[in-house]
């Protein structure tokens, strides 16, 4: 299975990262979009977080904006610079095809290729205007997106990667067949650091802060046990099956209201529609745990 992560490193990206790559998943390269960060910020995060895990992998820089929608970040949330922690000035560089067209090239090359969208999903969806044909050379793409039943934490009704870009989303709902892991089941993936042994080094102390990235307000204004580590329960899919999925009709709002960007699951069919998607439903807590601990283990 060849996996291209495509993100916005985000310190749960970073996390993310770590577990897809000390899984041993094939990771044939990675994307960069703005989110959590302007692209610029995120693009030079996701070349810290490789050199930081010691590992040389093409990197394409992509969208800077979203399709339509004016940008916004988060650094609030991750900090300054959408990363927290100690990582190294980066030695690599990006390559030269923008991330739109880096995946189309992979996609080709391999032509079951496994897409993990961890950030908004800008990039995809040019992707998919440069090359119509791309769906019959992706497998799957795993979406980390939305909020059905839970609520959103960007707006009321929208978690913020669809948020980003829904106009992005929702072309490429209509085209990829994506699986999307909402807030839902991802508010549960937390991994407190007491349940590791973290050194006490600067690579202990960066990786205790991916852990512990969310402030103490917002966890307390979203109610959560600890900092969920969203990401990191897509790839933990891939290396460790640990969502359940089920078929639905998915719709993603793009008019201009309280609730754009907000995921709408037609769960008792009164839409008379057929599935378009998959919908993440749940999370097994414990596998999860596991999963990311032994991948942080094997970084140390």
């Known amino acids: 299975m060849s996996i291209l992560i495509d993100a ?23 994307t960069t979009v703005a989110g959590n960060a302007p692209v610029e910020d995120t693009t030079h995060n996701t070349l810290a977080i490789l050199e930081f895990l010691d590992y040389d992998l093409p990197v394409a820089q992509g969208a800077d904006r979203p399709l339509i929608k ?43 290729l496994t897409i993990a969208a961890l950030g908004p999903l800008t990039n995809l969806a040019l992707a998919l205007s440069i090359d119509p044909q791309l769906p019959k050379f992706i497998d799957r793409v795993l979406v980390m997106g939305g909020a059905v039943a839970h609520a959103g934490n960007r707006t009321p009704a929208a978690e913020a990667n669809l948020h980003a870009d829904p106009d ?20 549960q993936a937390i991994l407190r650091p007491q349940r590791l042994e973290l050194p006490a080094t600067a690579r202990g102390e960066t990786i205790r802060e991916w852990l512990t990235y969310y402030p103490e307000d917002s966890r307390k204004q979203f109610d959560y046990a600890g900092s969920p580590i969203h990401d990191a329960a897509v790839i933990a899919h891939l290396t460790d099956s640990v969502l359940t999925t089920e078929r639905s009709y998915l719709q993603i709002e793009t008019d201009d209201s309280p609730s754009r960007g907000a995921l709408v699951s037609d769960e008792f069919g009164v839409a008379s529609e057929p599935a378009n998607a998959s919908l993440a439903t749940d999370i097994d807590e414990q596998r999860f745990r596991d999963a990311l601990r032994g991948a942080i283990e094997t970084t140390l």
């Open 70 to 112: 004016r940008q916004d970040t988060a650094e609030f949330i991750h900090g300054e610079n959408g990363i927290r922690g100690e990582l190294p000035d980066p030695s690599s560089r990006t390559v030269d095809e923008s991330a739109a067209e880096f995946i189309v090239e992979r996609a080709r090359e391999h032509g079951d």
């Open 168 to 187: 992005a989303a929702s072309r490429v709902l209509q085209s990829a067949d994506p699986t999307f892991v909402p807030l839902d089941v991802t508010s």
């Open 8 to 30: 916005d490193p985000g310190c749960d990206d970073a996390l993310a990262i770590l577990l897809a790559l000390e899984s041993g998943l094939d990771v044939v390269g990675l």
